[in-house]
């Protein structure tokens, strides 16, 4: 069974950027559609940005021009850069295939200070 690994948060101002990794325990290359979510305190669980068919990437409206979702299959794993970071944009932030078939891994908490 495939199990995730979300890492590579932590505490940024503003403007600043972090890259997020979730690494795979097991091989991701014959899952077409992966995905970053994220959940902010008292907030229910949202979709981020998502990656697909290799190449084809969607953002959330209010990411675009600063996320950058990427997949590497050789080593499992899927990125999130986040640069330009704004306070909204704290959250717990989770990966997983679409349809949410994966169970969910712990997340990496992103926290940006104004």
């Known amino acids: 069974q495939v199990q995730l690994v979300e890492s590579g948060g932590g505490l940024v101002q503003a403007g600043g950027s972090l890259r997020l990794s979730c690494a795979a325990s097991?091989?991701?290359?014959?899952?077409?559609?992966m995905a970053w979510y994220r959940q902010a305190p008292g907030k229910q669980r949202e979709w981020v940005a998502s990656i697909r068919s290799g190449t084809i990437t969607n953002y959330l409206d209010s990411v675009k021009g600063r996320f950058t979702i990427s997949r590497d299959n050789a080593k499992n794993t899927v990125y999130l850069q986040m640069n330009n970071l704004k306070p909204e944009d704290t959250a717990v932030y989770y990966c997983?295939?679409?349809?949410?078939?994966?169970?969910w891994g712990q997340g990496t908490q992103v926290t940006v200070s104004s």
């Open positions: 097991g091989s991701i290359f014959s899952i077409n559609h």
């Open positions: 997983n295939a679409v349809p949410n078939w994966i169970p």
